[in-house]
């Protein structure tokens, strides 16, 4: 969608952003069929599904987010908003709304795919947390001692990530619960020079975070619902909290 607004072409999905969308979309497949056979008494399989669906829609704008906040940051040329044109600030505002966007939704994914895995594999994980993280759940499959094969591959892509996901984290936190993650950049600037003119954050590496916590987000998706698929192949839905 937005790349048509932008004047670019339709994204073709490639590498994890494919394999992520792919092994959702084959969940989708078994959950039909298991639908088709009038065998959701307690409508657990349609909810499943519903948040599948979901969870495609929430990945494609993620990444939609991400490919507009970096065609906006090629807009912004100036080193600092007090050297850009009125055109360039209102670029530049553009970018900044993309990747907040961006931050905020990786984070928004993540959690709702925890939702997905805690409902799947019977975590109980509200028992501990009334409102749960995703990663509250990741810490649940070592209580529940359970599925340690698909915790362990999830433990190694959250710390493979775990520098950028820190880093947007924070500035995730300070977005929705304190002041905004520029005004507090801007704060400090303004604190460091005399001149009052506040440079520009590293915009590139923020970008490069932001696909890094996209890539993160992807690899989190296509390992459990991979994970979910083989078991639904080998043992049938009505083995989901099969304790493998």
């Known amino acids: 969608m937005l790349r048509t607004l932008l004047g670019e072409p339709p994204r073709r999905n490639e590498g994890?952003?494919?394999?992520?969308?792919?092994?959702?979309?084959?969940?989708?497949?078994?959950?039909?069929?298991?639908?088709?056979?009038?065998?959701?008494?307690?409508?657990?399989?349609?909810?499943?599904?519903?948040?599948?669906?979901?969870?495609?829609?929430?990945?494609?704008?993620?990444?939609?987010?991400?490919?507009?906040?970096?065609?906006f940051r090629k807009k912004v040329?100036?080193?600092?908003?007090?050297?850009?044109?009125?055109?360039?600030?209102?670029?530049?505002?553009?970018?900044?709304?993309?990747?907040?966007?961006?931050?905020?939704?990786?984070?928004?994914?993540?959690?709702?795919?925890?939702?997905?895995?805690?409902?799947?594999?019977d975590l109980n994980t509200s028992k501990v947390k009334a409102h749960f993280s995703y990663f509250t759940v990741l810490r649940q499959f070592g209580y529940a001692k359970v599925h340690a094969d698909l915790a362990e591959a999830l433990i190694r892509i959250k710390e493979k990530y775990r520098e950028p996901m820190s880093r947007l984290r924070k500035r995730r936190n300070m977005e929705i619960h304190y002041m905004n993650w520029e005004m507090q950049d801007d704060l400090w600037q303004l604190h460091q020079t005399l001149q009052g003119?506040?440079?520009?954050?590293?915009?590139?590496?923020?970008?490069?975070?932001?696909?890094?916590?996209?890539?993160?987000v992807c690899e989190t998706i296509k390992t459990a619902y991979g994970y979910i698929n083989a078991l639904w192949r080998e043992h049938g839905l009505n083995r989901k909290n099969s304790t493998h």
């Open 16 to 71: 994890v952003l494919e394999e992520a969308i792919e092994a959702m979309v084959e969940t989708l497949g078994l959950l039909q069929r298991q639908l088709d056979l009038n065998q959701d008494p307690t409508h657990d399989y349609r909810k499943l599904y519903v948040w599948t669906q979901g969870l495609i829609s929430s990945l494609d704008e993620l990444e939609q987010s991400c490919f507009a906040a970096s065609h």
């Open 77 to 121: 040329k100036a080193g600092s908003t007090e050297d850009m044109t009125a055109a360039e600030k209102a670029e530049y505002a553009r970018y900044v709304y993309f990747y907040k966007d961006g931050f905020i939704r990786c984070f928004a994914i993540l959690d709702k795919t925890g939702t997905v895995i805690n409902e799947i594999f």
């Open 197 to 216: 003119k506040v440079q520009l954050e590293d915009l590139d590496q923020h970008l490069h975070e932001l696909r890094q916590g996209t890539d993160m």
